[in-house]
């Protein structure tokens, strides 16, 4: 099937190197600083009848899991350690 995308042509010069700025496509129209439209643009693309995007939806979504996962353990051992520090801080023998 023949799908036509239509979008915004863009450029943005960045204060870091100014001789390269980026080109690229935008769905929607920019608001954000520093990026203006150059021309309106639509192209045709082919996109086969039997495509099905739930594999690589899924492939994404066990990606964010992992993440999430990982991110949650991070957390799970900063409070584990600072549990473990005021232990210690209890268990010290006072100095007098």
């Known amino acids: 099937m023949k799908k036509v995308i239509t979008g915004f042509i863009t450029y943005q010069a960045h204060s870091w190197d100014p001789k ?8 929607y129209e920019p608001s954000f600083h520093g990026t203006v439209v150059v ?4 192209f045709e693309v082919e996109v086969a009848d039997d495509f099905d995007p739930r594999s690589r939806m ?14 949650f353990q991070r957390k799970v051992t ?3 350690k600072q549990i473990s520090e005021l232990q210690a801080i209890e268990m010290a ?3 007098v």
């Open 20 to 27: 390269n700025p980026t080109v690229g496509f935008s769905m």
């Open 39 to 42: 021309r309106e643009h639509s």
């Open 58 to 71: 899924i492939d994404a979504l066990k990606k964010e899991e992992q993440k999430a996962m990982a991110d």
């Open 78 to 80: 900063e409070i584990r």
């Open 93 to 95: 023998p006072e100095v």
